[in-house]
Nanobody, 114 residues
Framework: QAQFVESGGGLVQPGGSLELSCAYSGSSFNMFTMAWYRQTPGNQREWVASISRGGSTNHKDFVRGRFTISKDNAKKMGYLQMNSLKAEGSAVYYC????????WGRGTQVTGSS
């Protein structure tokens, strides 16, 4: 079964940057909108950003202007460039296809340091 593998998380100071990566093992990466989600302890997973088949992007209000979603169809990779990170950015980040949800990966932890 196709899987998502997220990577690139880590400890980051306020105002710092990280780039998350999402690797997809299936063959249909370019057929669906891809999205990034995040989850903090005790809360439900929430949508952060998405990119359509054609490359149109949409970002949640609280990250707009700071985070940028992108993808490389040939590599079957998705990315989330995170700049000007704040404390509320500490979470586990996941990727998936919102219109064709597959098994969730393990995610990648992003932790803001004080």
């Amino acid at each position: 079964q196709a899987q998502f593998v997220e990577s690139g998380g880590g400890l980051v100071q306020p105002g710092g940057s990280l780039e998350l990566s999402c690797a997809y093992s299936g063959s249909s990466f370019n057929m669906f909108t891809m999205a990034w989600y995040r989850q903090t302890p005790g809360n439900q997973r929430e949508w952060v950003a998405s990119i359509s088949r054609g490359g149109s992007t949409n970002h949640k209000d609280f990250v707009r202007g700071r985070f940028t979603i992108s993808k490389d169809n040939a590599k079957k990779m998705g990315y989330l460039q995170m700049n000007s990170l704040k404390a509320e950015g500490s979470a586990v980040y996941y990727c998936n296809f919102p219109s064709a949800l597959g098994p969730w990966g393990r995610g990648t932890q992003v932790t803001g340091s004080s």
